[in-house]
């Protein structure tokens, strides 16, 4: 059985106690290995008010939580029961299992979000020199001293002015030295 993510709907305004109480059924029932991650997508807006500025956040579907899920009939039952939930979206009946959000989808939220999936391939290792392809430290070769697979980051020490340095780059910023 694989994981997928899935979209539970809520009562509006009750976005994050249904993620609090889901959580929290989560631990009780002991379905740590069926439910994984529950979140709720927002923005941050800046506003400004009696010329003050304000970084508020928004939530980008409002009265939809995302659930990572390996679906069986226990973990189907534990979140469509807990209080708030008012039901999956793709799924035509009360009986009937959902839909799961498609890969391109969830990462796209997952992406907006500042959160990449922890599914990442991992190509480097600690102690590898690899090259900066992009950004300001282009051309730089460097030691990769830390990975973030769940951020897509990763620390790489970078010689300048006869100093190590650490950058943080992405995955993508960085190449395996040939």
């Known amino acids: 059985m694989e994981k997928n993510w899935y979209v539970v709907h809520t009562y509006s305004g009750y976005e994050n106690k249904v993620k609090t109480n ?3 059924r989560v631990e009780t029932m002991g379905m740590e290995d069926k ?3 529950v979140i709720v997508p927002e923005d941050e807006e800046t506003d400004i008010k009696n010329g003050k500025k304000k ?3 928004k939530k980008v579907f409002p009265g939809y939580v995302l659930v990572e899920i390996i679906m069986t009939d226990d973990s189907w039952y534990v979140v469509r029961n807990t209080p708030g939930v008012t ?3 793709g799924s035509s009946g009360s009986g009937s299992k959902p839909t799961a959000l498609l890969p391109e989808e969830i990462d796209f939220i997952l992406k907006r979000m500042g959160l990449e999936d922890k599914n990442l391939d991992v190509h480097f290792e600690i102690g590898e020199t690899v090259t900066v392809k992009e950004g300001p430290f282009a051309n730089f070769t460097g030691k990769v001293e830390d990975l ?4 897509g980051k990763v620390k790489v020490m970078v010689n300048m002015f006869g100093r190590e340095t650490p950058v943080e780059l992405d995955f993508g910023q960085i190449d395996k030295l040939n």
Do not use: M, Y
């Open 22 to 24: 889901l959580e929290k």
């Open 35 to 37: 439910i994984f991650r």
């Open 55 to 57: 970084v508020v956040k």
């Open 87 to 89: 039901g999956f979206v």
């Open 148 to 151: 973030d697979a769940t951020k």
